[in-house]
């Protein structure tokens, strides 16, 4: 049953900075990975998604890596800025045709 | 244009009742899904729908059904409502939920409290 944990639970860095939040799970016959952003109050927006093929994705100022031989991902954030405070959630599938299991989430605050 | 509708956004009802919470989703897609966010924030799979057709359901009271008048539609009926059922409940869709290579759409959640 896969499992996913993600590192560190919460996040405070000052405006500008680069930062990388870490996501492992258990169970690497994954299809594929995706980081979710959740604001207060709202749904989850998609960030990016990887298939298992691919070893990175890029969008914008976010980039997520995979590693599936470590069960990791990372989510790197350049250039941080206020609007960037949220929490992020990591996702993967079990193998198979089974629907996605999250991690707890980092939340993130980008102070100005 | 809104990909994954939920009605209602909030939801306070007293212990006992039965509610339904109703999802709706315009990208054509083939395969919907349930989850619960807990107090803890912790997402997980409550249920997902294929073409009428229940995939998955990871263990959750009977109390609660998921029902699909068609294709876009995927509404979760609660009976008996109890006090640990308060949670955010999300509605979500995906083009093909047999092997999931494709994002998953997420609606904006209902905030579920049962007094």
């Known amino acids: 049953k896969q499992e996913v944990t993600q590192i560190p639970a919460a996040l405070s860095v000052p405006e500008g900075e680069n930062l990388v939040l870490n996501c492992s799970f258990t169970d690497s016959a994954i299809y594929n990975l995706q980081w979710f952003r959740q604001d207060p109050g709202k749904g989850l927006t998609s960030l990016l998604l990887i298939q298992s093929s691919q070893r990175e994705q890029t969008s914008g100022r976010l980039n997520a890596s995979l590693d599936k031989s470590s069960g990791r991902s990372t989510l790197y954030i350049a250039a941080s800025q206020p609007g960037d405070s949220a929490t992020y959630l990591c996702?993967?599938?079990?193998?198979?045709?089974?629907?996605?299991?999250f991690g707890k989430g980092t939340r993130l605050s980008v102070i100005a | 244009d809104t990909a994954v509708s939920q009605t209602p956004k909030y939801l306070v009802t007293q212990m006992g009742n039965d509610k339904s919470i109703k999802c709706e989703q315009n990208l054509g897609h083939d395969t919907m899904y349930w989850y619960k966010q807990d107090s803890k924030k912790f997402l997980k799979i409550m249920f997902s729908?294929?073409?009428?057709?229940?995939?998955i359901n990871e263990t959750v009271p009977n109390r609660f059904s998921p029902k699909s008048p068609d294709k876009a539609h995927l509404n979760l009926h609660i009976n008996s409502l109890e006090l640990g059922d308060s949670a955010v409940y999300f509605c979500a869709s995906s083009q093909d939920g047999t092997t999931p290579r494709e994002t998953q759409y997420f609606g904006p959640g209902t905030r579920l409290l049962v007094l």
């Open positions: 729908y294929n073409n009428k057709e229940l995939i």
């Open positions: 996702a993967a599938p079990n193998s198979g045709n089974t629907p996605l299991v």
